[in-house]
Every structure is written in structure tokens, then in C-alpha cells.
């Protein structure tokens, strides 16, 4: 089982924190600070140790906000450098909860700086560029919305990426991790705006965030995300279409003709899949089993084949719920077939709760569903 996340984000980080803004002004009571934050700090979860350590800011700075901001800022190490951009996973998303040291600076800014919007702008500004101000931003988006989207505007030619980023970012309407931003939920119409001056940004973190931004939006306007496709990925280069076929990608698992047509993954012809396995079928939590099975092209023609899989977990009511996971992609001259294998861990997960029961197997290709069979986890008969 993985460790959770707070572990990471123990009580030496209030210390830290305190010691720096200690550092630079005598107006912060460290002390209070600790005392305020320290007992009950091992009973909360990551986010919300951030929310309290926030309320220990406000508790131990002084009262006048624009003085307390300025004193955080001045405790903040030199910015950090642009992300390496060489593939699309090498980004501090998926690094150590380093840069987190900053989280209750931001939520300090979006919990108590909405009535000093310059102040909290320019806070945002320094902070996103040491952690993210993605979730404190949003704050600003909901109660000053106009003034905040003008202000992004101006930042999208920033030369920093991580402040290019927070534009789009920050405007994502299912951010994980934050509140929902219910009205570009129902009119993403200023979002996109945004998207569009960022869509061939020379970072792939941006481009990234781009491509999430416009998945989220995809979930309450399907059509407007494939309008949005259908427009950006004709001509486009290399790089936007990455950001198209990324945050198509829960349109891909749903099998949506229209947006695997655009990727030339048509509706197949004469395919057969034959031979399926799925060994060993019975299974306990934290077993492995491996399926496979032989696709031939029966047709006349070289088809462009996208191959995922799906198992259709047993929940805790005893109904499934499918998920899909990505398998392979390739082109399958006539007349030719290939054999495709995977296993499957059943691992324990923080993600996914596992139960006992059948749990049916598919191969999608281009989203038409093939049935493989299933496995059984437990002693379900």
C-alpha cells in the first residue's frame, strides 16, 4: 500500500516555515505560530494542513494583510527554473511534495487577500512561481472574475512557464484537488479564450495543463471539446497535436467515433479477435494475471487499429464499474494478424478498492468492444 501523501508533510514543515519567515521579520511570532499549528497537526490530511497552517499565518503576521503578504514574499527562496520539456512526463507533478513548503502561503493569500486584490495578484505572481498558485487563484476567479481573467490575460506571454501555466491551470473548471468553477462549467466560452493564445506554447508543462484544461471542459461540453479538436489538430504542429489527442483521451476510452475518426482510427472493418486467454482465472488481491488473444484483419484493406482493454471492477454493491486502460496502437495490413498480450496487476491501490466476484474483460478497438472473457477474485463461484 502506498504511503499517503501527508507523511511526506510532517510537522518539520511548519518549523521550516516558521524558520524562514522568522529570518526576515521580527512581526512574526514564531512561537504563536507553532502553538497554533502543532497540535492538531497530526489528525488532518494533507490539504487540510495547509488550510491550518494558512490560519496560522493569519494568526501570527501582522493584522494589516498587505504588510503580512510582503513578509511571506520576502521569506521566499529565488524562483524556480523552467521544467525540462523532453518528454511529457518529466514535470514536478510527479516529483517529491518539496514545492508543497508553499502551500500554506497560497492558501493564506485566497482565504484572507480577496479584499486586496493587487497585494494577493502579485503574491500569486511570486508564489506559483515556487509552488503553484492554482488553487488560490480560483478564489480570485469567483469573486473577482473579470479583473482576475484580465490578469491572466497579461500573464500569458510572461516569460515564466510556471506563471503561463497557472493561466491555464488555474481556470480549469474540475481542477483536482479544488472547489469546481460552476460557471465555466456552464460557459467555458472565457476559458478557452485563454486556451487558445496558449495552444502552441513553446512548454510542454503549459501545453500539458492545456490539453487537462480542455478534458475537463470536454466532461460538461463534449461537443465543444470535439468542435475544439476538429479545429486545432488539422495543420497544426507536432506539438498541438499532442495537446488534441491528450485531452481526447477520455473520448478515446468512451469509444466516441468522432474523435477517433480524427485520428484516422475509423470504424473497423472484417476484425476478428480470436484465441483469447485470461490465465490464471482465479485470483486473490495482489496476484497478477496476464491476457491475450490474436487480432486478424479479414478485410482488404490496412486498417489503423487503437487497442485498449477494460475490466469491469466489482464494486462494494456488487454492480461493475468499467475501466479502461491503454493497450497498444498499430496498423494492420489485410489479411494480417498480430497477437496482443498484457497483464494485469491486482495489486492493492489508494485509488481503486478492490472486492471479491467475476470481473468481465474487453478489448476495445476503436472503441468497439470485444468481449475476452474473466477472472474471478476470491472464492466467488
Not at 501555466?165 to 467555458?188: C, H, I, N
Not at 471539446?225 to 477520455?250: C, D, F, K, M
Not at 480470436?274 to 488481491?285: F, K, N, V
Not at 494485469?344 to 478489448?363: N, W
Amino acid at each position: 500500500m502506498a504511503e499517503p501523501l501527508k507523511n511526506q508533510y510532517g510537522p518539520d514543515v511548519p518549523h521550516r516555515i516558521a524558520d524562514m519567515i522568522a529570518a526576515v521579520s521580527s512581526r512574526f511570532r514564531r512561537q504563536d505560530f507553532l502553538d497554533y499549528v502543532l497540535p492538531d497537526y497530526d489528525s488532518l490530511e494533507l490539504m487540510p494542513r495547509g488550510w491550518h497552517m494558512a490560519d496560522g499565518l493569519h494568526h501570527s503576521l501582522p493584522d494589516h494583510y498587505p504588510t503580512a503578504v510582503e513578509i511571506l514574499l520576502a521569506s521566499l527562496p529565488t524562483a524556480k527554473p523552467a521544467i525540462s520539456t523532453t518528454s511529457p512526463t518529466q514535470d514536478r507533478e510527479g516529483g517529491s511534495l518539496a514545492p508543497f513548503l508553499f502551500m500554506p502561503h497560497t492558501f493564506f493569500v485566497a482565504r484572507y487577500g480577496l479584499a486586496d486584490f493587487e497585494p494577493s495578484m502579485r503574491a500569486q505572481y511570486e508564489l506559483t512561481q515556487r509552488f503553484t498558485a492554482e488553487f488560490s487563484i480560483r478564489a480570485f476567479l469567483q469573486q473577482h472574475q473579470q479583473a482576475t481573467l484580465k490578469r491572466l490575460l497579461d500573464w500569458i506571454d510572461d516569460p515564466s512557464e510556471h506563471v503561463r501555466r497557472l493561466v491555464s491551470e488555474g481556470t480549469r473548471p474540475r481542477l483536482p484537488w479544488a472547489s469546481r468553477l460552476p460557471e465555466f462549467q456552464r460557459d467555458p466560452a472565457p476559458v478557452l479564450a485563454l486556451l487558445e493564445q496558449l495552444k502552441d506554447d513553446p512548454s510542454l508543462y503549459v501545453r500539458r495543463s492545456v490539453a487537462n484544461n480542455l478534458n475537463d471542459i470536454g466532461k460538461d461540453h463534449p461537443d465543444l471539446l470535439l468542435e475544439t479538436a476538429e479545429r486545432w489538430y488539422p495543420g497544426g504542429s507536432n506539438e498541438r497535436q499532442w495537446i488534441v489527442r491528450h485531452a481526447l483521451r477520455n473520448a478515446f476510452k468512451a469509444g466516441d467515433q468522432r474523435a477517433l475518426a480524427l485520428f484516422g482510427f475509423a470504424a473497423t472493418d472484417a476484425i476478428a479477435v480470436t484465441q483469447a486467454s485470461i490465465a490464471p482465472q482465479h485470483l486473490a488481491i495482489g496476484d497478477t494475471t496476464a491476457l491475450s488473444c490474436v487480432i486478424s484483419n479479414n478485410s482488404k484493406r490496412c486498417q489503423s487499429l487503437m487497442i485498449d482493454f477494460q475490466v469491469h471492477f466489482v464494486k462494494a454493491n456488487g454492480s461493475a464499474r468499467a475501466k479502461v486502460f491503454k493497450l497498444t496502437q498499430t496498423e494492420l495490413a489485410a489479411g494480417h494478424s498480430i497477437t496482443v498480450t498484457k497483464k494485469i496487476s491486482l495489486a492493492p491501490l489508494t485509488t481503486r478498492k478492490l472486492y471479491a466476484g467475476h470481473h468481465q474483460v474487453d478489448l476495445l478497438i476503436n472503441g468497439q468492444c470485444h468481449p475476452l472473457g474473466h477472472f474471478v477474485i476470491g472464492d466467488a463461484p
